[in-house]
């Protein structure tokens, strides 16, 4: 298989593993966002304690979790089919990826916002600061730094599950190296495959690096 060839495989498919990952992750951080800052409010020296939500989140979050992705996109097929009439290419990848992301960015939300300092938080009530607006003045703007850095780690994670999806049929990457790398023994196609994925993943966490620093105060 010459390069051209090689491109032609790789450059539609990169931009499928770019498609899968951007909306997975968007989508991720608008169920995972407010899901970790309840853990967050609700945790035992949280603003607004209380055990029971506080428990029920907690125990979901650490179920989904546990979960290896390969055995959850399997069995999400039937949800997924229902949700969006597929189970493959890109539109029945999403699905198991977002899902999958929901619990690890609530648990990375609420993991950044405990490290804010208490004493901030209490400058704040003191001033008579409501609830969300020190969720929003205080504690998502004093780890922002934090925040950024847990989303390369995100994007780092779910890039990594596309590349799984691909064995089930999602496309991407994962799925050119699989179809073409493995069960065909192109190495220039699995080798390509690699290449691009680091480049991806570097460049945003080059990006994320970067970031983070402008954002930190501490700096």
Not at 29 to 41: C, H, N, R, S, V
Not at 96 to 117: G, H, N
Not at 128 to 137: F, L, P, R
Not at 165 to 194: F, H, P, S, T
């Amino acid at each position: 298989m010459n390069f051209y060839e090689i491109l032609q495989l790789i450059i539609p498919e990169t931009g499928n593993t770019l498609i899968m990952v951007a909306v997975s992750t968007i989508l991720g951080y608008a169920f995972g966002l407010p899901l970790g800052i309840i853990l967050t409010l609700t945790d035992k020296n949280g603003l607004k304690p209380n055990k029971a939500v506080y428990t029920i989140l907690d125990i979901i979050v650490n179920i989904f979790r546990s979960i290896p992705f390969v055995i959850l996109l399997v069995w999400m097929i039937p949800f997924t089919k229902a949700l969006v009439y597929t189970s493959i290419g890109v539109k029945g990848a999403i699905v198991p990826l977002t899902v999958s992301a929901i619990p690890f960015i609530a648990r990375m939300i609420e993991q950044s916002l405990k490290e804010v300092d208490p004493g901030v938080i209490e400058a704040a009530q003191a001033m008579g600061a409501s609830t969300w607006q020190i969720v929003m003045k205080v504690l998502l703007v004093e780890s922002r730094s934090s925040l950024v850095l847990g989303t390369t780690i995100v994007f780092s994670s779910i890039i990594g599950y596309v590349a799984m999806a691909g064995m089930v049929g999602a496309g991407g990457l994962g799925d050119v190296a699989i179809r073409y790398g493995y069960l065909r023994y192109v190495k220039e196609v699995m080798l390509a495959a690699i290449i691009v994925v680091i480049i991806i993943v570097q460049i945003f966490q080059l990006a994320g690096n970067y970031l983070a620093k402008k954002v930190d105060k501490r700096q």
